[in-house]
Structure formats: structure tokens, C-alpha cells
């Protein structure tokens, strides 16, 4: 083989190693575009879920509060605190459920990239 030949392969692998690299680059990019665009709107989604909950809450509490305010104000409190709790706890549970079931960042470039080195091997 002639030194020119063994200089073209070599630019030839370079040139196939830097295109696969900025491929792997783009799909990364766009894993975190995915990834941040999706935490934003659930994000949103949950700020004006919780605000919303909230204030109806706050509302539908006093509005209990002054309807039994003359008979029974200590069980309509103690029962709305409860409640309060016990939604509390299960929108926690929710939440940490969901989390859980999110799919990995960068779950398509990981595998993209297992493919690479299982086809180098």
C-alpha cells in the first residue's frame, strides 16, 4: 500500500468518526430540548394546578367555616384540616409516581451509542 493510500483511509476515518460524533452531539441536543420543554409544562401545569387548588380551598374552607360557625366551628375545622392532609399526601404520592414513571434523559442517545459500541466490537 502506498503512504497515499494509508493518508485516504485515514482522512476517510477521521472524516466518518467527526460525522458520527456530531450526529451523536445533535441527538443529545435535542434530548435536552425535549427534556427541558416537557419540565417547563409540567412545571406551568403544576404552578397554576396548585394555585388554583389552593385558593378554592382557601374559599370552600371559610365558607364552611361561617356556615357552622355558630354550632359546630371545632368539627368543621378539625375536618377540613384533615382533608387537607390526607389530599396533601396523596398528591405528594401522585407526584412522586409520575417522577417515577418519567422516561431517562437521554434515553435514545444512550442507546444510539450502545449500538456504536456493540458495532465496534
Same mark, same amino acid.
Not at 384540616?81 to 434515553?107: D, H, K, T, W, Y
Given at each position: 500500500?502506498?503512504t497515499?493510500?494509508?493518508? &485516504? ?7 466518518t468518526?467527526? #460525522? ?5 452531539? #445533535? ?14 409544562s409540567?412545571?406551568? +401545569? ?5 394555585? &388554583? ?6 374559599l370552600l374552607s371559610i365558607? +364552611?367555616?361561617v ?5 359546630h366551628?371545632?368539627?368543621?375545622? &378539625?375536618l377540613l384540616?384533615?382533608?387537607?392532609l390526607?389530599?396533601? +399526601? ?8 409520575? +417522577? $417515577?414513571?418519567m422516561?431517562?434523559?437521554? #434515553?435514545? &442517545?444512550?442507546a444510539?451509542? $450502545? ?6 466490537a
Amino acid at each position: 500500500m502506498s503512504t497515499e493510500h494509508i493518508l &485516504s483511509s485515514l482522512k476517510k476515518l477521521g472524516s466518518t468518526a467527526i #460525522e458520527l460524533i456530531q450526529t451523536r452531539l #445533535e441527538l443529545f441536543s435535542s434530548d435536552i430540548q425535549v427534556g427541558w420543554q416537557r419540565l417547563l409544562s409540567v412545571l406551568v +401545569m403544576v404552578i397554576v394546578a396548585l394555585f &388554583s387548588l389552593l385558593f378554592g380551598l382557601v374559599l370552600l374552607s371559610i365558607l +364552611m367555616v361561617v356556615l357552622y360557625w355558630d354550632t359546630h366551628r371545632v368539627l368543621v375545622l &378539625s375536618l377540613l384540616a384533615g382533608s387537607f392532609l390526607v389530599i396533601g +399526601m396523596a398528591l405528594a404520592l401522585l407526584v412522586r409516581q409520575q +417522577m $417515577n414513571a418519567m422516561p431517562r434523559l437521554f #434515553e435514545a &442517545s444512550l442507546a444510539e451509542l $450502545n449500538k456504536d459500541r456493540d458495532h465496534l466490537a
